[in-house]
Structure formats: structure tokens, C-alpha cells
């Protein structure tokens, strides 16, 4: 009997042991996903936001050829922007965990503006504007409103990005 007492206990505190130790695993597992996922979305974030600030000095160089009557030689790559890390922190259910209901609506705005579509349009006022077919008071509305948007939108990837930084 005093054997079967001591296995038992030895299993038994063998296997409480083991279940502790994948416990700690699973923790330690999870906290390091999240700080490559948060790492990832942070260089991501750092690149759109250079993205941003190269398409505000183009449409400041295409509203300034624009006021001298000059061709305008701009084409804003919008479709370039990355998302997939912001997904990522989405679906891994992060984003309540760091970013606040503005953030998310904010966030939520600003993705359907970098697409191929909108990259069309935007380069359409260009081309629009070179061969005349839009006035020179409409392209400036158009393309001020999207220096606008542009400017909000770094701010607010830029909000995004200090709250999340590792």
C-alpha cells in the first residue's frame, strides 16, 4: 500500500507540475505573438506614414505647377499602404486591448482612401487637369481637400502608432 500511495503522489504531483509548466508555456507563447504582432504593425505603421508624408509633398508640388499653369507631373501610389498587420492585430483581438473607439472609427475611415480605386481617381484630377478638362479652381478644391485628408490621416496613424509602440 505504501508504494501505490507513493506513485500516486509522485504521478499526481508529476502531472500538477506538467500542468503548470504548459500554463507558463502558453503565457509566455501568447506574450511574445503579441509583441512580434505589436512590433510588426509598428513598422508598418512607420512606413504608411512616410507613404503619407511623400504624397503631401506631391500634392503640394501638383497644387504649386498647378498656380504656375505648369503640367503636373504626380502620381500618388496610394495602393501601396499596408494593412496586414493592422488585420492581424484585429483578428488576434489586440485592438480593443490598445486603441480606443476613436482609433478604431478613425482607423475604420481612413482604409477605403488607399486602395487602387482611389489611387485612380486621385491621379485623374491630374491627368484632368493637364489636357483642361477640369478648371484650375476645381483641381485646387480636389486636390486641397486631399492634402487635407492626407494630414489627418498621418495624424492619426501617428496617434496610433504611439499608443501601441513597444
Given at each position: 500500500?505504501?508504494?501505490?500511495?507513493?506513485?500516486?503522489?509522485?504521478?499526481?504531483?508529476?502531472?500538477?507540475?506538467?500542468?503548470?509548466?504548459?500554463?507558463?508555456?502558453?503565457?509566455?507563447?501568447?506574450?511574445?505573438?503579441?509583441?512580434?504582432?505589436?512590433?510588426?504593425?509598428?513598422?508598418?505603421?512607420?512606413?504608411?506614414?512616410?507613404?503619407?508624408?511623400?504624397?503631401?509633398?506631391?500634392?503640394?508640388?501638383?497644387?504649386?505647377?498647378?498656380?504656375?499653369?505648369?503640367?503636373?507631373?504626380?502620381?500618388?501610389?496610394?495602393?501601396?499602404?499596408?494593412?496586414?498587420?493592422?488585420?492581424?492585430?484585429?483578428?488576434?483581438?489586440?485592438?480593443?486591448?490598445?486603441?480606443?473607439?476613436?482609433?478604431?472609427?478613425?482607423?475604420?475611415?481612413?482604409m477605403p482612401r488607399y486602395t487602387i480605386q482611389?489611387?485612380?481617381?486621385?491621379?485623374?484630377?491630374?491627368?484632368?487637369?493637364?489636357?483642361?478638362?477640369?478648371?484650375?479652381?476645381?483641381?485646387?478644391?480636389?486636390?486641397?481637400?486631399?492634402?487635407?485628408e492626407i494630414h489627418k490621416n498621418k495624424k492619426?496613424?501617428?496617434?496610433?502608432?504611439?499608443?501601441?509602440?513597444?
Amino acid at each position: 500500500m505504501e508504494n501505490f500511495s507513493g506513485s500516486f503522489w509522485g504521478s499526481f504531483l508529476g502531472f500538477c507540475f506538467a500542468l503548470v509548466l504548459f500554463f507558463f508555456q502558453e503565457v509566455f507563447r501568447d506574450k511574445r505573438k503579441e509583441k512580434n504582432i505589436r512590433k510588426n504593425l509598428e513598422r508598418e505603421l512607420v512606413f504608411n506614414v512616410k507613404l503619407l508624408e511623400e504624397f503631401e509633398k506631391e500634392i503640394e508640388s501638383a497644387i504649386n505647377a498647378s498656380n504656375a499653369n505648369n503640367e503636373i507631373n504626380v502620381y500618388l501610389k496610394l495602393s501601396l499602404f499596408r494593412w496586414f498587420f493592422l488585420n492581424k492585430f484585429y483578428e488576434e483581438g489586440m485592438v480593443g486591448k490598445y486603441l480606443d473607439d476613436d482609433d478604431i472609427l478613425n482607423i475604420v475611415d481612413l482604409m477605403p482612401r488607399y486602395t487602387i480605386q482611389s489611387e485612380n481617381y486621385v491621379n485623374n484630377i491630374s491627368v484632368q487637369r493637364n489636357s483642361n478638362t477640369i478648371e484650375h479652381s476645381e483641381f485646387q478644391r480636389k486636390f486641397s481637400y486631399e492634402k487635407g485628408e492626407i494630414h489627418k490621416n498621418k495624424k492619426t496613424l501617428q496617434k496610433v502608432l504611439q499608443k501601441i509602440k513597444i
